[in-house]
């Protein structure tokens, strides 16, 4: 698979475990330069985050993400996404995260190009 570019590309919350903080209200914006993936994302429970992450084999995402919750708490954790690249071209992203702060909990969201 050729590097995927994610870069402009915006993703909502389709499912995520109950201990996240993202959800349908949460807005993801993307920017790629060669294997170099960022975010701000915000809406929902979280009032601002970012993530940095680099491209794998495969087009997933290893990455890390902080964000301050709509309790002004800082958190902060580790994620590795699978990429699925739908029928009409559109990314989904089949994501495993670890809280590292203030959180040690793990859980499973999917996130999708709109």
């Known amino acids: 698979m050729a590097t995927p570019n994610y870069d402009g590309r915006k993703f909502r919350v389709l499912s995520n475990t109950d201990n996240g903080d993202s959800g ?7 920017r790629q330069n060669g294997d ?10 979280v009032a601002f985050g970012t993530l940095l992450a680099r491209v794998r084999p495969g087009g997933g ?11 002004r708490e800082f958190c902060c954790g580790m994620c590795e996404s699978e990429l699925e690249v739908l029928p009409d071209g559109r990314y989904r992203l089949h994501e495993r995260w670890q809280w590292t702060e203030p959180l040690t909990s793990a859980g499973q969201s999917t996130i999708e190009e709109f």
Do not use: C
């Open 24 to 30: 349908p209200g949460t807005v993801f914006k993307y």
């Open 36 to 45: 170099t993936v960022w975010a701000t994302y915000e809406g929902g429970d």
């Open 61 to 71: 995402l290893s990455m890390r993400y902080q964000h301050l919750n709509r309790k």
